[in-house]
């Protein structure tokens, strides 16, 4: 573990300007900013005794964000109803909604959107566009008393795992489309548990990179899901292609 003077003579360069560390500074008069940084410095080392420590507090603190967008909003559900309450909850996220018949509802570019949905409380939620939101497993509870909910966007969220679509069984009367391209953290065993889904008929798992085997995986997801429409053009044509350069016995 460095110590705080170690880690101050380490950053005094960059921040002073010269390549003297703070103690050949001690007896000067510097300016007020530098002043003020010197400041700001001491402070962080006597927070964070080493890179370690800092790193730790702003995982903690990346989980803890996340955790809060994940919260359910139980008043609006319970003021609302379910659909309501779902639909709230993707829109705060940065997510799109489709009600029944309705148009698409967006968040502007400043994360406001109309309240006019709030009448339709009787109208069923079709279809969720989460493409790079920060749902994790706990938001996920928000959208699975939708049960009309028929697509299903998860593209690039990075805190879409297995365990997350293990939980999507209670979808599966309705489900037809569900994207998950560009999905970091969900590999052959998240998708594995998509047997239950049984109605899909349009299902994306390009660009997975936790995926070892992405071709394999796409020819066993269509076996798994006979009616559905399995997107991975390139992991197949990649797996053909494979096949091909391998040397033939000429015997």
Known sequence: ?????????????????STRSIHGLSGEMAPEGNQRKRTLLQL??????????LREYLLQKQLSN????????THIEEQYGPYIGGAFFILKQGGAVK???????????????PLEFLKFQAV?????DASGCAINYQGLDNLLSMKELQSLSLKRCPHVDDWCLSHLHPLANSLQELLLA?????????????HHLQNLRRLDIS???SVANPGL??????EMLPNCEVLGVDWAQSLKLELEEQPRDTA
Do not use: Y
């Open 1 to 17: 573990m460095a110590a705080p003077r170690a880690f101050l003579r380490l950053v005094a360069p960059i921040w002073n300007g």
């Open 44 to 53: 962080l080392t006597d927070c964070f005794r080493d890179v370690e420590a």
């Open 66 to 73: 996340v955790h809060q967008k994940n919260r359910s909003f």
């Open 99 to 113: 009600f029944q018949d309705k148009e698409w509802i967006r968040p502007d570019g400043r994360g406001r959107f």
């Open 124 to 128: 069923p939620v079709e279809a969720v």
């Open 182 to 194: 560009g999905c970091p953290q969900v590999s052959e065993r998240g998708l594995a548990c998509l």
């Open 207 to 209: 660009d997975l990179p």
């Open 217 to 222: 995986t796409q020819i066993l997801m269509e």
